[in-house]
T-cell receptor, first 115, second 111 residues
Framework: DGGITQSPKYLFRKEGQNVTLSCEQN?????MYWYRQDPGQGLRLIYYSQIVNDFQKGDIAEGYSVSREKKESFPLTVTSAQKNPTAFYLC??????????????FGSGTRLTVV | GQSLEQPSEVTAVEGAIVQINCTYQ??????LSWYQQHDGGAPTFLSY????GLEETGRFSSFLSRSDSYGYLLLQELQMKDSASYFC????????????FGKGTKLSVKP
């Protein structure tokens, strides 16, 4: 079955460490996205990528980095520069039509906690 | 900039009908979507309206009025499993079609 897989489901990070969250999709979707969700908040866009080897900053990119070396994969690194990284991170993918995305398919999320 | 407003919480009883409203302000507009998210889970796509009017999918319907910058999600014959958060999202021209999400409405269905 096609889908989008995020790992790990839970992740604990010490202060000052970088951590990388994995996101893989086998839907042959063009675009991939990373969102951050805090309690009682909507989804805020961190980074997105519409084609391989290209990505764009979203609304809250500071302290995060991404890569898109393969169409299927869009890992997110939470760096030590991110001052408040504890959150629920969601990866999504979508098809593009003339550069515009349609319905998103989301992964099951990674809950990151700083200890 | 863009903004979406939706109620933070709604409570209803099993079997009832509930309407979740969403108003938006965008510099351009390309469509309104609705997503459902159960606690700790992934958001799942429910519906998409690009044109004015009502779209029906089973117990769920979604409505859009572009002239009023307003839409709603209508849930009929509520079931306990409908307890979840519901997000409206807009596709905005000039944003490469990315979705902008509201803060979500937490729906609690009581017996």
């Amino acid at each position: 079955d096609g889908g989008i897989t995020q790992s790990p489901k839970y992740l604990f990070r010490k202060e000052g460490q970088n951590v990388t969250l994995s996101c893989e999709q086998n839907l042959n979707h063009d675009a991939m996205y990373w969102y951050r969700q805090d309690p009682g908040q909507g989804l805020r866009l961190i980074y997105y990528s519409q084609i391989v080897n290209d990505f764009q900053k979203g609304d809250i990119a500071e302290g995060y980095s991404v890569s898109r070396e393969k169409k299927e994969s869009f890992p997110l690194t939470v760096t030590s520069a991110q001052k408040n990284p504890t959150a629920f991170y969601l990866c999504a993918s979508s098809l593009l039509d003339r550069g515009h995305s349609y319905g998103y398919t989301f992964g099951s999320g990674t809950r990151l906690t700083v200890v | 900039g863009q903004s979406l407003e939706q109620p933070s919480e709604v409570t209803a009883v099993e079997g009832a009908i509930v309407q979740i409203n969403c108003t938006y302000q965008t510099s351009g507009f390309y469509g309104l979507s609705w997503y459902q998210q159960h606690d700790g889970g992934a958001p799942t796509f429910l519906s998409y309206n690009a044109l004015d009017g009502l779209e029906e999918t089973g117990r769920f319907s979604s409505f859009l009025s572009r002239s009023d910058s307003y839409g709603y999600l209508l849930l009929q014959e509520l079931q306990m499993k409908d307890s979840a958060s519901y997000f409206c999202a807009v596709r905005e021209r000039g944003s490469q079609g990315n979705l902008i999400f509201g803060k979500g409405t937490k729906l609690s269905v009581k017996p």
